[in-house]
């Protein structure tokens, strides 16, 4: 009893550093779910910054963004919205138990919003613990490919939305032949995808031809980024 009493009381005594940590951090007008609760510490990062040559850093030019606001412009760094829907299917994909291949799919409306999002995965009520996850087994049942959902019929099927037809779907690998009935039956009219890996494949061949036939349009993502990074400590 007194030894999980003891473990109580570290565990609230350790929440309540965090949290004396977490206002430190975020007084100073910080955007995160903390700013704004606690005494106007400074800012954490704030107070390390060191002394920079950086133009951006320098008093007279913050003087000057704050007695101007004009000289305030957009952020032109974001992301265009192929890399943010692709960003979003590649996001989806670390949700995956497989161990060899992780795929994410995110199917997007006209008016640019995501209608639904999928990786692959086994199907609902079967255990990831119980059916195989191998590429190669004794017969076909021992191994992943007769049970596995792919991330396109994943976002399908979670779609929310009643309709998907003039939708785009971004997949991070070019659909299988299985895929292409069922995004070409959905009504999509868009494929972008990231890697095409299995181009020489006869389901990729398939897949190909069942497109071109039903005039669903092909894309290569491209993009000037190497990749996208989430810093959840860069947040604060
Ligand atoms: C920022 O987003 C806009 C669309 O809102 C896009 O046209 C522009 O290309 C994006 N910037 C970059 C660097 O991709």
């Known amino acids: 009893m007194r030894a999980i009493c003891a473990a109580a009381a570290g565990a609230v005594a350790a929440a309540l550093v965090l949290r004396r940590m977490l206002r430190a951090r975020c007084a100073e007008g910080c955007a995160c779910a903390h700013a704004g609760r606690g005494p106007t510490t400074p800012h954490k990062r704030a107070a390390v910054r060191v002394p920079s040559t950086d133009e951006d850093a320098t008093p007279a030019r913050a003087d000057r ?73 004794e017969t076909v049942l021992d191994t992943k490919y007769p049970y596995v959902c792919h991330a396109e019929l994943n976002a399908i099927m979670n779609a929310n939305s009643k309709t998907l037809k003039g939708c785009t779907i971004f997949v991070t690998l070019h659909p ?10 959905a009504r999509i009219s868009r494929v972008i995808f990231f890697s095409d890996m299995y181009h020489d494949t006869t389901s990729t061949l398939a897949s190909k031809r069942m497109f071109g036939l039903a005039g669903v349009e092909v894309v290569r993502f491209s993009s000037q980024r190497s990749g996208v990074t989430l810093d959840f400590a860069g947040m604060c």
């Open 176 to 185: 299988c032949n299985e895929c292409a009935k069922i995004i070409i039956q």
């Open 65 to 137: 963004l704050h007695s101007d606001p004009t000289a305030v412009t957009k952020r032109t760094s974001n992301l265009s919205w192929d890399e943010y829907f692709m960003a979003v299917a590649f996001l989806s994909a670390q949700r995956s138990k497989d161990p060899n291949r992780q795929v994410g799919a995110c199917v997007v409306n006209s008016d640019k919003k995501i209608v639904g999002i999928g990786y692959n995965g086994f199907p609902w009520g079967c255990s990831d613990d119980v059916l195989p996850w191998a590429k190669h087994g």
